[in-house]
């Protein structure tokens, strides 16, 4: 799949160090664009900087999107090394599985902090730059859960509503500064994040042990995404292709919200 618009783009990715956002990366990269690589787990993302071994092209940062001034620092240091940050990818994100009473005010705060004080903290330490150049695109790595209530699920699926529309309310916010916020919900993807599920048991009242075939039931695709699928809804959407597109929500889930 060619996009066109991304080459020579510098963009920061959060979660980068593996599954989705790691796909996001790659196919940035593999697009031309120039990457700032931002992960919590450190040596995750300095070793897929490592893989390409070109500073030039991708670079590596620590950051906890839940801490405040380390996205304003990382986002100073990115456009230090590598330029204005034209693309913000927020995909980082945690699942704290459980039902209402057996969420601890810790499951609660510290989905919010990353899932949802994370995008609010990415977005407001670049949304300067973007808008004194009067161009940028962010894309927010929601989920299909922000839309349909789901068991065990509430802190979680909350936290995306919550970041679903704070990136579409960006979006009217800058709009006449040429800057488009977009959401990719993905639906079941075959991440690490995932295969916790399925351990830990699906959205499914009835089903404990969640497995892929539970999953695979819900959706009428009739297969579980892998993170290729939803790094191709990012990159259409950071591309000149989705120029006059913007504060929409891209479902990448097979079908399972209709
Ligand atoms: P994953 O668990 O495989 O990867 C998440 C990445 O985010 C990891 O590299 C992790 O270190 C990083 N991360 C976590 N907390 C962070 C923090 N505070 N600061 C910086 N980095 C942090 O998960 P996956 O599946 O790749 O998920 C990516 C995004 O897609 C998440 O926002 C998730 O909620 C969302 N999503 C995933 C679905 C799935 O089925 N896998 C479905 C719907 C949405």
Redesign the pocket.
């Known amino acids: 799949m060619t996009f066109t618009g991304i080459e020579g783009k510098v963009a920061l990715v ?8 790691e796909a996001v990366v790659r196919s940035l990269l593999q697009h031309g664009a120039i990457v700032a690589a ?4 450190a040596a ?1 993302v300095q070793a897929l900087a490592d893989e390409y071994g070109d500073a030039q092209r991708i670079r590596a940062y620590a ?4 801490n405040r001034e380390e996205a304003e620092h990382v986002v100073q240091a990115a456009e230090q090394q590598l330029g204005p940050i034209d693309i913000l990818v927020n ?5 704290r599985m459980g039902t209402v009473e057996s969420l601890s005010d810790e499951d609660w705060q510290a989905t919010f902090a ?2 949802t004080s ?1 995008v609010f903290h990415m977005c407001r330490a670049v949304i300067g730059s973007m808008a004194a150049r009067e161009s940028g695109c962010i894309i927010t ?5 922000a839309g349909v209530p789901r068991t065990r699920m509430s802190a979680y699926a909350a936290s ?1 509503a919550a970041a679903t529309m704070f990136t579409k309310c960006l979006g009217l916010e800058y709009a006449r500064k040429h800057i488009r916020c977009n959401v990719v919900a ?4 075959d ?4 295969r916790m599920m399925w351990t830990q048991g699906s959205n499914i009242d009835t089903v404990i042990q969640g497995s892929p075939d539970t999953f695979r039931l819900g959706i009428p695709l009739g297969k579980i995404a892998v ?1 290729q699928d ?1 790094a191709n809804a990012v990159l259409f959407l950071a591309s000149d292709q989705a120029g006059h597109i913007t504060m929409q929500e891209l479902y990448v889930d097979g079908g399972a919200t209709m």
């Open positions: 959060t979660g980068a160090a593996q599954g989705i956002g931002a992960d919590r787990n995750g950051l906890d999107v839940s995909v980082a994100g945690i699942l990353v899932n994370g790595v929601s989920s299909n859960a995306k993905p639906g079941s993807t991440t690490e994040m995932q993170a939803a």
